[in-house]
């Protein structure tokens, strides 16, 4: 089992930056595949990031690549999304999501456990 917490949203304006994090509990976090995905108002979630166990192998979605970084610290349990340059159409609730796994994946439905998430508003 894994819960997962997922804090650092808040609204901020059109070119700012927020750090979000996502603590883990459970012992399979190590060993998980990683991935943040988002979901706006009247959309589909979306994937945006997605990270491997050790932390060597990062996918991003085209429409972050070059703006939001992930990253994990395996020893305290927590994975990161740094996200900058931010856009309005950016604006969504942010889930981190485990896969327990070693493979990557942009599929929700290949992760097995979720957070509540956390709400990023974008103002222009």
């Known amino acids: 089992q894994v819960q997962l917490v997922e804090s650092g949203g808040g609204l901020v304006q059109a070119g700012g930056s927020l750090r979000l994090s996502c603590a883990a509990s459970g012992r399979t976090f190590g060993s998980s595949t990683m991935g943040w995905f988002r979901q706006a108002p009247g959309k589909e979630r979306e994937f945006v990031a997605a990270?491997?166990?050790?932390?060597?192998?990062?996918d991003y979605a085209d429409s972050v690549k070059g703006r939001f970084t992930i990253s994990r610290n395996n020893a305290i349990n927590t994975l990161y999304l740094q996200i900058s340059s931010l856009k309005p159409e950016d604006t969504a609730v942010y889930y981190c999501?485990?896969?327990?796994?070693?493979?990557?994946?942009?599929?929700?439905?290949?992760?097995?456990?979720w957070g509540q998430g956390t709400q990023v508003t974008v103002s222009s």
């Open positions: 999501a485990a896969r327990i796994t070693a493979t990557m994946s942009r599929r929700d439905y290949d992760y097995s456990y």
């Open positions: 990270i491997s166990w050790h932390g060597f192998t990062i």
